[in-house]
Protein backbone atom coordinates (compact mmCIF):
# COMPACT_ATOMS: atom_id res chain seq x y z
CA UNK A 1 0.00 0.00 0.00
CA UNK A 2 1.02 3.52 -0.67
CA UNK A 3 1.72 5.47 2.27
CA UNK A 4 -0.89 8.49 3.00
CA UNK A 5 2.22 11.11 2.49
CA UNK A 6 5.21 10.11 0.73
CA UNK A 7 8.17 12.18 0.15
CA UNK A 8 11.54 10.41 -1.86
CA UNK A 9 14.45 12.12 -2.51
CA UNK A 10 13.16 15.88 -2.36
CA UNK A 11 16.33 18.60 -3.45
CA UNK A 12 15.17 22.23 -2.48
CA UNK A 13 17.81 24.91 -4.06
CA UNK A 14 17.73 28.65 -3.57
CA UNK A 15 19.57 30.47 -5.82
CA UNK A 16 21.37 33.85 -4.01
CA UNK A 17 23.04 36.59 -4.23
CA UNK A 18 25.84 34.55 -2.74
CA UNK A 19 25.72 31.30 -4.77
CA UNK A 20 23.41 28.03 -4.67
CA UNK A 21 21.58 27.03 -1.37
CA UNK A 22 21.25 23.52 -0.86
CA UNK A 23 18.57 24.22 1.75
CA UNK A 24 17.57 20.42 1.65
CA UNK A 25 20.01 17.53 -0.04
CA UNK A 26 17.74 14.45 -0.90
CA UNK A 27 15.38 13.85 2.23
CA UNK A 28 13.00 11.06 1.83
CA UNK A 29 10.58 10.15 4.28
CA UNK A 30 6.45 8.37 4.96
CA UNK A 31 3.72 8.93 6.89
CA UNK A 32 0.54 7.36 7.52
CA UNK A 33 -3.41 8.31 8.36
CA UNK A 34 -3.24 9.14 12.51
CA UNK A 35 0.48 9.69 12.70
CA UNK A 36 2.50 12.08 13.91
CA UNK A 37 6.09 12.63 11.88
CA UNK A 38 8.54 15.08 14.47
CA UNK A 39 10.99 16.77 12.18
CA UNK A 40 14.06 18.26 14.42
CA UNK A 41 16.79 19.35 14.60
CA UNK A 42 18.74 23.56 14.49
CA UNK A 43 17.29 26.30 12.70
CA UNK A 44 19.00 26.22 9.42
CA UNK A 45 18.67 22.45 9.10
CA UNK A 46 15.80 22.47 6.25
CA UNK A 47 12.77 21.45 8.76
CA UNK A 48 10.84 24.43 7.62
CA UNK A 49 11.49 24.85 3.69
CA UNK A 50 10.56 20.99 3.49
CA UNK A 51 7.26 21.44 4.57
CA UNK A 52 7.01 24.70 2.56
CA UNK A 53 7.72 22.53 -0.35
CA UNK A 54 5.21 19.60 0.14
CA UNK A 55 2.83 22.80 -0.16
CA UNK A 56 4.49 24.01 -3.00
CA UNK A 57 4.76 27.88 -1.58
CA UNK A 58 8.31 28.45 -2.94
CA UNK A 59 8.69 30.83 -5.06
CA UNK A 60 9.27 29.02 -8.66
CA UNK A 61 11.30 31.51 -9.87
CA UNK A 62 14.63 31.62 -7.18
CA UNK A 63 13.16 27.85 -6.16
CA UNK A 64 14.47 24.62 -7.77
CA UNK A 65 12.46 21.65 -6.35
CA UNK A 66 13.63 18.07 -7.34
CA UNK A 67 11.94 14.79 -6.02
CA UNK A 68 8.84 13.32 -5.63
CA UNK A 69 5.94 14.83 -3.02
CA UNK A 70 3.03 12.21 -2.91
CA UNK A 71 -0.07 13.06 -0.83
CA UNK A 72 -2.36 10.01 -1.32
CA UNK A 73 -1.39 9.25 -4.24
CA UNK A 74 -1.07 12.39 -5.91
CA UNK A 75 2.02 14.11 -6.83
CA UNK A 76 2.74 17.26 -5.49
CA UNK A 77 6.64 18.48 -7.17
CA UNK A 78 5.88 20.14 -9.99
CA UNK A 79 1.89 20.41 -9.68
CA UNK A 80 -0.05 23.74 -11.09
CA UNK A 81 -0.64 26.00 -8.81
CA UNK A 82 -4.63 25.59 -9.28
CA UNK A 83 -4.14 22.21 -8.08
CA UNK A 84 -2.06 23.01 -4.83
CA UNK A 85 -4.42 26.43 -4.24
CA UNK A 86 -7.52 23.46 -3.52
CA UNK A 87 -5.35 21.61 -1.59
CA UNK A 88 -3.90 24.08 0.78
CA UNK A 89 -6.24 25.59 3.63
CA UNK A 90 -8.19 22.19 2.80
CA UNK A 91 -6.79 19.04 2.51
CA UNK A 92 -3.61 19.97 3.82
CA UNK A 93 -3.20 23.09 6.95
CA UNK A 94 -0.75 24.44 8.36
CA UNK A 95 0.49 26.46 11.74
CA UNK A 96 2.85 28.17 12.40
CA UNK A 97 5.26 29.29 15.47
CA UNK A 98 3.83 33.24 15.34
CA UNK A 99 0.24 33.89 15.90
CA UNK A 100 0.64 37.36 15.52
CA UNK A 101 1.68 37.26 12.03
CA UNK A 102 -0.22 34.19 10.21
CA UNK A 103 -3.16 36.18 12.12
CA UNK A 104 -4.31 39.20 10.65
CA UNK A 105 -4.61 42.00 13.12
CA UNK A 106 -7.47 43.65 11.04
CA UNK A 107 -10.13 40.84 11.02
CA UNK A 108 -12.05 39.48 13.53
CA UNK A 109 -10.76 35.60 14.67
CA UNK A 110 -14.00 34.44 13.29
CA UNK A 111 -13.91 36.03 10.01
CA UNK A 112 -10.17 34.76 9.88
CA UNK A 113 -11.85 31.36 10.76
CA UNK A 114 -14.62 31.34 8.85
CA UNK A 115 -12.70 32.26 6.06
CA UNK A 116 -11.41 29.39 4.85
CA UNK A 117 -14.42 27.30 5.28
CA UNK A 118 -16.10 29.43 2.96
CA UNK A 119 -13.44 29.34 0.26
CA UNK A 120 -13.51 25.10 0.00
CA UNK A 121 -16.49 24.27 1.04
CA UNK A 122 -19.15 27.17 -0.86
CA UNK A 123 -21.11 27.56 2.67
CA UNK A 124 -23.23 30.91 3.39
CA UNK A 125 -21.85 33.75 5.63
CA UNK A 126 -24.02 32.24 8.61
CA UNK A 127 -23.07 28.49 8.26
CA UNK A 128 -19.04 29.63 8.47
CA UNK A 129 -20.19 32.20 11.06
CA UNK A 130 -21.94 29.04 12.82
CA UNK A 131 -19.02 26.73 12.14
CA UNK A 132 -15.96 29.31 13.27
CA UNK A 133 -18.10 29.80 16.55
CA UNK A 134 -17.93 25.63 16.60
CA UNK A 135 -14.09 25.11 15.91
CA UNK A 136 -13.77 27.87 18.66
CA UNK A 137 -14.87 25.90 21.09
CA UNK A 138 -13.53 22.49 19.96
CA UNK A 139 -10.30 23.71 20.86
CA UNK A 140 -10.55 25.08 23.84
CA UNK A 141 -11.87 28.74 23.60
CA UNK A 142 -14.71 29.86 26.42
CA UNK A 143 -17.53 31.45 25.69
CA UNK A 144 -16.94 31.15 21.54
CA UNK A 145 -20.24 32.96 20.44
CA UNK A 146 -18.83 36.02 22.35
CA UNK A 147 -15.02 35.32 21.46
CA UNK A 148 -15.60 34.81 17.66
CA UNK A 149 -15.86 38.60 17.13
CA UNK A 150 -13.05 39.27 18.75
CA UNK A 151 -9.69 40.89 16.88
CA UNK A 152 -6.38 38.72 17.78
CA UNK A 153 -5.05 41.15 20.41
CA UNK A 154 -7.71 40.40 22.42
CA UNK A 155 -6.62 37.00 22.49
CA UNK A 156 -3.51 35.96 25.27
CA UNK A 157 -0.87 34.39 23.24
CA UNK A 158 -2.07 30.74 24.05
CA UNK A 159 -5.61 31.75 22.64
CA UNK A 160 -4.28 32.76 19.54
CA UNK A 161 -2.51 29.40 18.93
CA UNK A 162 -5.47 28.11 19.44
CA UNK A 163 -7.40 29.92 17.19
CA UNK A 164 -4.42 29.21 14.67
CA UNK A 165 -4.95 25.55 14.88
CA UNK A 166 -8.91 26.50 14.88
CA UNK A 167 -8.16 27.92 11.54
CA UNK A 168 -6.00 25.15 10.54
CA UNK A 169 -8.79 22.93 10.91
CA UNK A 170 -11.66 24.14 9.53
CA UNK A 171 -11.78 22.14 6.93
CA UNK A 172 -10.99 18.83 8.38
CA UNK A 173 -7.82 18.61 6.53
CA UNK A 174 -6.48 15.39 6.28
CA UNK A 175 -2.50 16.50 6.77
CA UNK A 176 -2.03 19.29 9.32
CA UNK A 177 1.68 20.62 9.26
CA UNK A 178 2.69 22.13 12.61
CA UNK A 179 5.81 24.74 12.55
CA UNK A 180 7.24 24.77 15.69
CA UNK A 181 3.41 25.19 17.30
CA UNK A 182 4.73 25.81 20.51
CA UNK A 183 7.90 27.86 20.69
CA UNK A 184 6.37 31.10 21.32
CA UNK A 185 4.37 29.97 24.37
CA UNK A 186 5.65 28.96 27.82
CA UNK A 187 5.96 25.80 29.18
CA UNK A 188 1.77 25.16 30.76
CA UNK A 189 0.29 26.14 27.67
CA UNK A 190 2.80 24.51 25.03
CA UNK A 191 2.05 21.27 26.80
CA UNK A 192 -2.08 22.26 26.82
CA UNK A 193 -1.84 22.77 22.62
CA UNK A 194 0.23 19.42 22.24
CA UNK A 195 -2.30 17.76 24.02
CA UNK A 196 -5.51 19.46 21.83
CA UNK A 197 -3.59 18.87 18.59
CA UNK A 198 -3.21 14.74 19.60
CA UNK A 199 -6.58 14.95 20.80
CA UNK A 200 -8.46 17.00 17.42
CA UNK A 201 -6.02 14.08 16.06
CA UNK A 202 -7.58 10.78 17.65
CA UNK A 203 -11.02 13.15 16.36
CA UNK A 204 -10.48 13.32 12.92
CA UNK A 205 -7.19 10.85 12.03
CA UNK A 206 -5.59 13.37 10.59
CA UNK A 207 -1.36 12.89 10.12
CA UNK A 208 0.41 15.71 11.54
CA UNK A 209 4.31 16.64 10.97
CA UNK A 210 5.74 18.21 14.12
CA UNK A 211 8.74 20.49 13.30
CA UNK A 212 10.37 21.81 16.22
CA UNK A 213 14.09 22.50 17.41
CA UNK A 214 12.88 21.28 20.83
CA UNK A 215 13.22 17.29 21.57
CA UNK A 216 11.34 17.81 24.81
CA UNK A 217 8.16 18.69 22.72
CA UNK A 218 8.65 15.79 20.70
CA UNK A 219 8.82 13.55 23.52
CA UNK A 220 5.43 12.82 24.22
CA UNK A 221 3.29 13.90 21.28
CA UNK A 222 5.21 12.09 18.00
CA UNK A 223 5.13 8.47 16.49
CA UNK A 224 8.13 8.69 14.75
CA UNK A 225 11.10 11.19 15.25
CA UNK A 226 13.61 12.14 11.61
CA UNK A 227 16.43 13.87 12.71
CA UNK A 228 17.54 16.87 10.17
CA UNK A 229 20.80 18.25 9.83
CA UNK A 230 22.34 20.81 6.76
CA UNK A 231 19.39 19.98 5.13
CA UNK A 232 19.54 15.85 5.36
CA UNK A 233 17.86 13.17 7.78
CA UNK A 234 20.53 11.96 9.87
CA UNK A 235 18.58 9.81 12.07
CA UNK A 236 15.22 8.34 12.28
CA UNK A 237 13.14 5.72 13.81
CA UNK A 238 10.02 5.45 16.34
CA UNK A 239 10.59 8.37 18.92
CA UNK A 240 10.89 6.03 22.14
CA UNK A 241 14.00 4.47 20.07
CA UNK A 242 15.56 7.25 19.43
CA UNK A 243 15.13 9.15 22.54
CA UNK A 244 16.37 6.01 24.64
CA UNK A 245 18.85 4.65 22.53
CA UNK A 246 20.04 7.66 19.72
CA UNK A 247 22.11 6.83 17.16
CA UNK A 248 23.94 9.61 15.29
CA UNK A 249 26.65 11.48 17.18
CA UNK A 250 24.48 14.69 16.49
CA UNK A 251 21.33 13.80 17.87
CA UNK A 252 23.57 12.87 20.91
CA UNK A 253 24.71 16.08 20.68
CA UNK A 254 21.23 17.86 20.61
CA UNK A 255 20.17 15.11 23.89
CA UNK A 256 22.96 16.83 25.34
CA UNK A 257 21.91 20.35 25.11
CA UNK A 258 18.51 20.04 26.19
CA UNK A 259 17.34 19.33 30.04
CA UNK A 260 15.77 16.13 30.36
CA UNK A 261 13.90 15.72 33.76
CA UNK A 262 13.33 18.35 35.97
CA UNK A 263 16.30 16.64 38.46
CA UNK A 264 18.53 18.05 35.58
CA UNK A 265 17.42 21.72 35.99
CA UNK A 266 20.67 23.98 37.02
CA UNK A 267 22.66 21.30 35.47
CA UNK A 268 24.94 23.26 33.16
CA UNK A 269 23.76 21.84 29.50
CA UNK A 270 26.15 20.45 27.00
CA UNK A 271 25.85 22.36 23.70
CA UNK A 272 26.87 21.09 20.33
CA UNK A 273 30.73 22.47 20.16
CA UNK A 274 30.44 25.15 16.57
CA UNK A 275 28.07 26.33 14.33
CA UNK A 276 25.74 24.24 11.70
CA UNK A 277 27.74 24.73 8.13
CA UNK A 278 26.88 27.07 5.35
CA UNK A 279 24.51 25.61 3.25
CA UNK A 280 26.28 27.65 0.40
CA UNK A 281 29.34 25.12 0.62
CA UNK A 282 28.22 22.13 3.04
CA UNK A 283 31.54 19.93 3.82
CA UNK A 284 31.85 17.01 2.29
CA UNK A 285 31.59 13.82 3.26
CA UNK A 286 29.17 13.39 6.48
CA UNK A 287 28.01 17.35 6.89
CA UNK A 288 28.84 16.69 10.85
CA UNK A 289 32.34 16.26 10.51
CA UNK A 290 33.94 19.16 11.13
CA UNK A 291 31.88 19.40 14.28
CA UNK A 292 31.76 15.20 15.15
CA UNK A 293 34.27 13.99 18.15
CA UNK A 294 34.45 10.61 16.72
CA UNK A 295 35.19 11.56 13.04
CA UNK A 296 38.84 10.83 13.91
CA UNK A 297 37.89 7.39 14.80
CA UNK A 298 36.16 6.35 11.72
CA UNK A 299 38.84 4.34 9.35
CA UNK A 300 39.91 5.77 5.98
CA UNK A 301 39.11 9.40 6.81
CA UNK A 302 35.54 8.53 5.53
CA UNK A 303 34.28 11.31 7.47
CA UNK A 304 35.26 14.02 5.50
CA UNK A 305 35.11 12.40 2.06
CA UNK A 306 32.12 10.01 1.76
CA UNK A 307 28.14 10.92 2.60
CA UNK A 308 27.02 8.09 5.20
CA UNK A 309 23.48 7.13 4.22
CA UNK A 310 20.54 6.45 6.15
CA UNK A 311 19.34 3.03 6.10
CA UNK A 312 15.14 2.93 5.72
CA UNK A 313 13.23 2.34 9.23
CA UNK A 314 15.47 2.58 12.18
CA UNK A 315 18.58 4.00 11.49
CA UNK A 316 21.38 6.34 11.54
CA UNK A 317 23.60 7.95 8.52
CA UNK A 318 26.89 7.44 10.70
CA UNK A 319 30.02 5.63 9.69
CA UNK A 320 30.68 4.41 13.36
CA UNK A 321 28.31 1.52 12.13
CA UNK A 322 25.55 0.05 14.27
CA UNK A 323 27.97 -1.89 16.95
CA UNK A 324 30.29 1.45 17.59
CA UNK A 325 26.94 3.63 17.70
CA UNK A 326 25.65 1.29 20.78
CA UNK A 327 28.73 1.27 22.73
CA UNK A 328 29.53 4.39 22.59
CA UNK A 329 26.17 5.71 23.56
CA UNK A 330 26.14 3.27 26.53
CA UNK A 331 29.72 4.13 27.83
CA UNK A 332 30.06 7.52 27.57
CA UNK A 333 26.68 9.31 26.56
CA UNK A 334 24.11 7.70 28.64
CA UNK A 335 26.36 8.25 31.98
CA UNK A 336 26.83 11.60 32.22
FE1 LIG B 1 30.57 11.70 13.06
FE2 LIG B 1 31.57 10.38 11.02
FE3 LIG B 1 29.25 9.62 12.06
FE4 LIG B 1 29.44 11.88 10.65
S1 LIG B 1 29.75 9.81 9.89
S2 LIG B 1 28.41 11.62 12.57
S3 LIG B 1 31.46 12.59 11.23
S4 LIG B 1 31.26 9.58 13.07
MG1 LIG C 1 11.90 26.92 10.90
Redesign the pocket.
Known amino acids: MTPFLSVRDLYVRFATEDGTVRAVDGLSFTLERGRTLGIVGESGSGKSVTNLAVLGLHDPRTTEIRGEVLLDGQELTGAPESVLEKLRGNKVAMVFQDSLTALSPYYTVGRQIAEPYRKHTGASRREARLRAVEMLRRVGITDPALRVDDYPHQFSGGMRQRAMIAMALVCDPELLIADEPTTALDVTVQAQILDLLKELQQQTGAAIVLVTHDLGVVAGTVDDLLVMYAGRA?EQGPVREVLRAPR???TWGLLGSMPRLSSDVGQPLTPIPGTPPSLLAPPP?????PR????A??AED???TER?SLPPGRG?????GEERQRSVFAERIRPR
Open positions: VHPYGCPFHCAYASVRCRPAACHL
